[in-house]
């Protein structure tokens, strides 16, 4: 065995006998052709910048093979662990069952579906671990470039909710909806996560402002899906992203975040 395969046996060595410093949380519902993939990227990922990372699995209880092909990624490393939850579904849901199992203070977010340029996550991870900021975001509209494989209905509605939370919050970002992303966990050390389903992206982007002020933006490319279709849909979202909003607004008046009451989530 060589010398680069010795060091990455160290590492993943590491990875399952302590804490990691990374913990990457992959939401999947109905992505059986799309999770090798996704993990092929990650792998790479882990292997050419070296962080000491594990890879979290959450299958939403998807009614195809998703949970069948996490288990036979599991074979692959042993930084890979899969799970599938229990109802409800929902993005939020799934995320924060992945939060219940990762060992890491640092957490990162990529979609189940391949969309994500999960070779910026070593640069979003630095601006967390390295220059303290509590939130740093793929932030897929500084540069057109990036935004070209985003379907021009999910652009329409990203600018609508950008400059209307600019004016509610005060808070100036390009994207504040992008799943993407990379946190340091004590942002919830006053208010718990509780969005099931996709408004816990700007519930995590508003606790993140609110408890440290640091937000910052990483560009990413928004890249095509190979398979499937996505379960995205801003009618469906819209309520849970303007109730997010609300809340928002009230922490900027008040300093305060309204928590659900207990089993409202």
Same mark, same amino acid.
């Given at each position: !065995?060589?010398?680069?395969?010795?060091?990455?046996?160290?590492?993943?060595?590491?990875?399952?006998?302590? @804490?990691?410093?990374?913990?990457?949380?992959?939401?999947?519902?109905?992505?059986?052709?799309?999770?090798?993939?996704?993990?092929?990227?990650?792998?790479?990922?882990?292997?050419?910048?070296?962080?000491?990372?594990?890879?979290?699995?959450?299958? %939403?209880?998807?009614?195809?093979?998703? =949970?069948?092909? +996490?288990?036979?990624? !599991?074979?692959?490393?042993?930084?890979?662990?899969?799970?599938?939850?229990? &109802?409800?579904?929902?993005?939020?849901?799934?995320?924060? /069952?992945?939060?219940?199992?990762?060992?890491?203070?640092?957490?990162?977010?990529? !979609?189940?579906?391949?969309?994500?340029?999960? +070779?910026?996550?070593?640069?979003?991870? @630095?601006?967390?671990?390295?220059?303290? =900021?509590?939130?740093?975001?793929?932030?897929? =509209?500084? /540069?057109?470039?990036?935004?070209?494989?985003?379907? *021009?209905?999910?652009? $329409?509605?990203?600018?609508?909710?950008?400059?209307? #939370?600019?004016?509610?919050?005060?808070?100036?970002?390009?994207? =504040? #909806?992008?799943?993407?992303?990379? $946190? %340091?966990?004590?942002? $919830? %050390?006053? @208010?718990?996560?509780?969005?099931?389903?996709?408004?816990?992206?700007?519930?995590? #982007?508003?606790?993140?402002?609110?408890? #440290?002020?640091?937000?910052?933006?990483?560009?990413?490319? /928004?890249?095509?899906?190979?398979?499937?279709?996505?379960?995205?849909?801003?009618?469906? @979202? *819209? &309520? *849970?992203?303007?109730?997010?909003? *609300?809340?928002?607004?009230?922490?900027?008046?008040?300093?305060?975040?309204?928590? &659900?009451?207990?089993?409202?989530?």
């Amino acid at each position: !065995m060589g010398r680069a395969g010795r060091g990455r046996n160290r590492r993943e060595r590491a990875a399952v006998t302590g @804490a990691p410093e990374l913990s990457i949380i992959v939401p999947a519902y109905r992505e059986e052709a799309n999770l090798p993939l996704v993990c092929d990227r990650l792998l790479a990922m882990i292997d050419e910048s070296g962080v000491d990372a594990e890879i979290l699995l959450i299958d %939403d209880g998807s009614p195809d093979a998703t =949970y069948q092909v +996490a288990l036979a990624q !599991m074979e692959r490393s042993p930084r890979i662990r899969a799970f599938t939850k229990p &109802p409800p579904r929902g993005m939020g849901n799934g995320i924060r /069952h992945g939060l219940r199992q990762a060992r890491a203070q640092i957490v990162a977010v990529t !979609m189940g579906d391949g969309s994500d340029e999960v +070779a910026r996550i070593p640069a979003m991870l @630095a601006k967390v671990r390295d220059e303290g =900021y509590g939130l740093a975001i793929g932030s897929r =509209y500084r /540069h057109r470039r990036n935004y070209e494989a985003v379907p *021009g209905v999910y652009r $329409f509605w990203s600018f609508v909710f950008r400059w209307t #939370t600019r004016l509610t919050t005060g808070l100036r970002l390009s994207d =504040y #909806t992008n799943a993407f992303r990379v $946190f %340091d966990r004590r942002i $919830f %050390d006053r @208010a718990a996560p509780e969005g099931g389903g996709f408004e816990i992206s700007p519930e995590i #982007t508003f606790k993140a402002w609110f408890t #440290t002020r640091r937000v910052a933006e990483v560009d990413v490319r /928004h890249l095509k899906r190979t398979a499937g279709q996505s379960s995205f849909s801003f009618l469906r @979202a *819209g &309520p *849970g992203y303007g109730k997010m909003l *609300g809340k928002a607004f009230i922490n900027r008046l008040t300093g305060r975040w309204i928590t &659900p009451r207990p089993g409202a989530t």
